[in-house]
């Protein structure tokens, strides 16, 4: 999740675990059901293709990693 009002808050450890998640969930869906599929119980104006889920979660994962890089001295 990369929303400004929980960017910073909590463990940075802990964020890096729950976008390891979240990167998996997208993964994992998007192997399930395709990178062109979508969920569709989400409104219409708010869906997006699988490909864009995972694309968004890496993004947020590589800030996680870098975040934990620097608390691990790398």
């Not at 192997?31 to 694309?55: A, C, T």
């Amino acid at each position: 999740m990369s929303h400004s009002d929980f960017i910073n808050r909590g463990n940075k450890l802990g964020r890096f675990i729950e976008e390891c998640g979240e990167a998996l969930a997208a993964a994992g869906k998007s192997v399930r059901f395709g990178l062109d599929s979508y969920n569709p119980l989400v409104p219409e104006d708010q869906r997006e293709k699988n490909r864009d889920w995972l694309k968004r979660e890496i993004e947020d994962l590589e800030v996680a990693i870098a975040d934990v890089k620097k608390i691990l001295g790398d």
